[in-house]
């Protein structure tokens, strides 16, 4: 990897990112021996400008950042570290130092409004009173949405199909929320499989 350690006075700026969630965690600067350190230990190490010297994340606190990745950008003076976070990131006690830039994306919203719509009973919601109906009229609405995604599978009509997909997507999320699995359970086992697909290549 060669990076280019002399634009900004022997400092590059070192992006930690989420290896599981791809949330921006936090920025850091090293120098070659903040980067040497990390690859040899596997643990983020930057140098500290304030301090004048090489920081471990997670010396004090313990809660250090494992690296999974390091890549490096396209004008070798940016690196790119996804990594997995022992505990929250932020001194402020949040995951990230970046709070309000969640990258989950839009279905992990959407899976926060089903459980608020039945956290919060809410007596007008259609999401809620099928929750409320139990597990098998729930597990039987996706039965159901699933025949009507393979039924318009077949057809050449791409926005119904597009439709009944997100019909299934979501009656899913409320099965997920009635066994009290995240979707990020079920992600991380399609990763787990994929981890394990890789070394077997």
């Not at 006075?9 to 070192?14: E, K, N, S, T």
């Not at 992006?15 to 021996?33: A, F, K, P």
């Not at 313990?62 to 396209?74: E, F």
Request: proline share 1%.
């Amino acid at each position: 990897m060669n990076i280019n350690f002399t634009k900004e006075g022997g400092l590059v700026p070192a992006i930690v990112q989420d290896h599981s969630t791809m949330e921006v965690l936090m920025l850091g600067y090293m120098n070659q021996e903040a980067f040497s350190k990390t690859k040899e230990e596997n643990r983020v190490t930057f140098y500290s400008r304030t301090k004048k010297r090489l920081w471990t994340k997670g010396e004090t606190s313990g809660n250090y950042l494992d690296v999974v990745d390091i890549s490096l950008d396209c004008d070798n003076d940016t690196l790119l570290i996804k990594a997995t976070a022992k505990g929250p990131t932020c001194h402020t006690g949040n995951n990230s130092c970046f709070p309000n830039a969640s990258s989950k994306g839009f279905i992990y919203q959407l899976e926060e409004l089903i459980s608020e719509k039945i956290d919060t009973n809410d007596e007008n919601s259609y999401t809620n009173k099928l929750f409320l109906k139990g597990i098998n009229k729930v597990a039987q609405k996706v039965g159901e949405e699933a025949v009507e995604v393979v039924i318009e599978a077949k057809d050449n009509n791409e926005e119904l199909f597009k439709n009944e997909v997100a019909d299934l997507l979501y009656h899913l999320l409320i099965l997920l929320k009635t066994k009290a699995v995240n979707f990020e359970d079920i992600e991380g086992v399609l990763k787990n499989r994929n981890s394990i697909a890789k070394n077997s290549d």
